[in-house]
């Protein structure tokens, strides 16, 4: 690693997350490409290569995203990986740039999910022989509850809570797609989705779309940019794909995917993380926020609920768990959302913060796991690691 070149992120775009049938993929994409490059203060044509992230959205939707806004000719790799596509693509951006193949790199991820779903569970491949006796990811992922509950002796009220700190921070976050807090007696009187998730414990269908624009530590200089704007470094990442599962555990815990990808990005970085101030993490379903930040070593094994009980991982606590409002209440437009959490991120690294701001934080982090594949822990992960 230590021959690898420096690498930061000049410019971010965002997009609300909500419902947007009438908004083309390419259409999302088009509009935060653009108010990334324009906050990065560079020509389009700067771009050397792009990555566009998706699940969803069809041929080639990175270059009738870039076509719109003069961007052709460069290459455009479109990057799939469920739910972590969006990171994939920001890693094969820092891995052309850290290798000197490139100076300067576009990354975004897209999801215009109303288009092509009512609502319900995200499909999974049929072929699988678990989905096709019915599992889903919301039963998935209750039976991760359940297992969880009844090994450390935690309660449904303490994912309910996970609930609550998720929409008040959302509530200050302009393109969050839930706003409105709620309590845990709201949480629990939900309907009951996959025993003990009920809806709200359950992350949302919905639409958005996020971009970086990504340029060598040599380069910072040397292109035309706006100065006055703080470059983010990305001090360590790294992308995984599941292991085989225990042949004796629970089929598909990612606790042991999380824990090798952040070893890797933390190596990388040399930290640890009692150095992380703020992490934007992949709850997809409440239970998710405790198995996760245990995993990343925010807590030890069964006593991810303390920071939850004790509000340690507030907006202002020990460690700012999903400020943002989290996949539970900004969202889960699946290709877009690992780029939310790096825009989040940057934004709170740089005193910008769109929601609740953490107090002067230096370091954050961005875990995205993505899809279920029986037998492994996961599809894919990706960690990062940014800094000032």
Known sequence: MASLRDVYIIGVGQHPCGKFPTKAAHVLGREVTWAAIKDAGIHPRDIEIAFCGHVYQGMGVGQRTLKDIGIVGQPVINVEGACGSGTLSFWEAWRSIAYGQNNLALAWGVENLSKIMSGGPLPLEEDDIEVALGMSMPGLYAMRARRYMDEYGVSAETLAKVVVKSRKHAAMNPIAQFRKETTVEQVMADPMIADPLTRSMCCPIGDSAAATVLVGGDMLNKIKRDKDRLPIKVLGIAAQ???????????????????????????????????????????????????????????????????????????????????????????????????????????????????????????????????AQPAMDGITCVVSILGK
């Open 241 to 371: 794909s599941g292991g085989y599962s225990s042949a004796t555990g629970l089929t598909c815990d990612p606790s042991e995917n999380v824990t090798r990808t952040s070893g890797m990005a933390y190596e990388h970085a040399g930290l640890g993380p009692k150095d992380i101030d703020i992490a934007e993490i992949h709850d997809a379903f409440a239970i998710a926020e405790l198995i996760v930040a245990e995993a990343l070593g925010f807590a030890k094994k069964g006593e991810g609920a303390t920071l939850i009980e004790e509000e340690k991982s507030n907006y202002d606590g020990d460690i700012a768990i999903n400020p943002s409002g989290g996949l539970l209440s900004r969202g889960h437009p699946v290709g877009a959302t690992g780029i939310l959490q790096t825009v989040e991120i940057v934004n709170q690294l740089r005193g910008e913060a769109t929601g609740y701001q953490v107090p002067n934080p230096k370091i954050g982090l961005i875990e995205t796991m993505g899809g």
